[in-house]
């Protein structure tokens, strides 16, 4: 028994790491182990043999149990130690610019768009993009029957049969976003609605989902003026330049009446856009007059009130002015896109500070 004792305790003081130390255990006090088939012998001892072999026996279990406990987290302090040692972190140490997160283009855009616009007085609203049949199409005197309906590529959410809730649809355009501010502040009203809008369509420069900012100015002394010295202020200032030619053209929108659809005097030379000279023209928004019936669908008095409104494709401008040529690349959530067309996180947009240093 002293043999046995001291071939166990030397071994788990040997004993490098618990995996050594489990086959010590085994070999010893596992079922199967020298000292558990020692005891098996008691039975066969004499009645006086085995008052002497049994109580020794059990000793021995006890000590080399309690060596192998004191051994383990002995080993285990060791482990931290060593982790201790070797993974340690300098906080002092300045963070990694690669590492930094980028805002996304929209993102980008529709802070610079907000920070001019909020400059003219305009407030930011929302609305939801799962939106009313009747918020997006009808009181803004688009009739069931009527084809720009059809022309928008709606989706619409589906109904269980027997329903009898108002009808849904994944808002096509930010303009349901006029409706509910007019519901729900009244008039005057001078506010912008930035946002995500949904249509079927899927091409270089369409996806199903992109984002629009919608304008609504709505005082007892709007004119059509007012929308051209906004555009034009506002033109200026997204693309940072001194001077823009605007074209209004004549076009048609259920909502406003009358209607234009504005374009900006451009160049392509060299394959590279530069706003604001050349012999080219580019749309880049929807406009006009608001439409009495719309006034009176968001509860305000047409015969008091008017206003103007546009919207203008985010995703489109942001294009423009960063030279993005694929629409579909803005939600591939491809990492190397991000990093070379994001934005410096901490770099907020202002107009004294500089829109997009
Ligand atoms: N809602 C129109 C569109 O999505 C744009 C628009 C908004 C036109 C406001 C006029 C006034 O095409």
Redesign the pocket.
């Known amino acids: 028994m002293d043999d046995l004792k001291a071939k166990y305790l030397t071994q788990i003081a040997d004993a490098g790491d618990e995996a050594a130390l489990e086959a010590i255990r085994l070999a010893a006090v596992g079922k199967k182990g020298e000292v558990s088939l020692k005891m098996r012998e008691l039975g066969k001892m004499s009645p006086e043999e085995r008052q002497v072999a049994g109580p020794a026996l059990n000793a021995l279990k006890d000590e080399i149990n309690s060596a192998l406990s004191a051994k383990k987290s002995a080993l285990a302090d060791k482990a931290l130690d060593e982790r201790l040692r070797s993974e340690w972190l300098d906080v002092t140490l300045p963070s990694r610019p690669a590492r930094h997160g980028t805002l996304h283009p929209v993102n980008q855009v529709t802070e610079e768009v907000t920070a001019i616009f909020a400059e003219m007085g305009f407030s930011v609203a929302e609305g939801p993009r799962v939106e009313t049949d009747w918020h997006n199409f009808d009181a803004l005197n688009i009739p069931g029957h009527h084809p720009a309906r059809a022309e928008m590529d709606t989706f619409y959410m589906h109904r269980a049969p027997g329903d009898t809730r108002p009808a849904h649809v994944l808002r096509t ?1 930010t ?1 349901p976003v006029q409706i509910r501010s007019m519901e729900a502040q009244g008039a005057p009203l001078r506010i912008i609605c930035p946002g995500g809008v949904y249509r079927a369509d899927y091409d270089q420069t369409h996806t199903p989902m992109f984002h ?1 900012v ?1 304008g609504l100015a709505i005082d007892t002394d709007i004119s059509m003026a007012n929308l051209k010295w906004v555009l034009e202020e506002f033109v200026k200032a997204f693309f940072e330049v001194d001077d823009v030619e605007l074209r209004f053209r004549a076009s048609h ?1 259920p ?2 009446e009358p ?1 234009a659809e504005v374009d900006i005097r451009c160049s392509w030379e060299g394959g590279t856009l530069k706003v604001g000279e050349g012999d080219d023209w580019l749309e880049i928004l ?3 007059m608001v439409h009495p019936k719309v006034l009176q669908a968001g509860g305000i008095d047409p015969d008091r009130y008017q206003g103007f ?3 203008m494709g985010i995703d489109r401008i942001a294009m423009l002015k960063y030279g993005i040529p694929d629409l579909r690349a803005f939600f591939d959530s491809d990492l190397r896109w991000l990093r070379h067309y994001g934005f410096a996180s901490l770099d907020v947009p202002t107009l004294h500070g500089g829109l997009s240093r």
């Open positions: 355009h303009s629009q919608e929108f909502f406003t209607s929807g406009s006009g409104a546009f919207g």
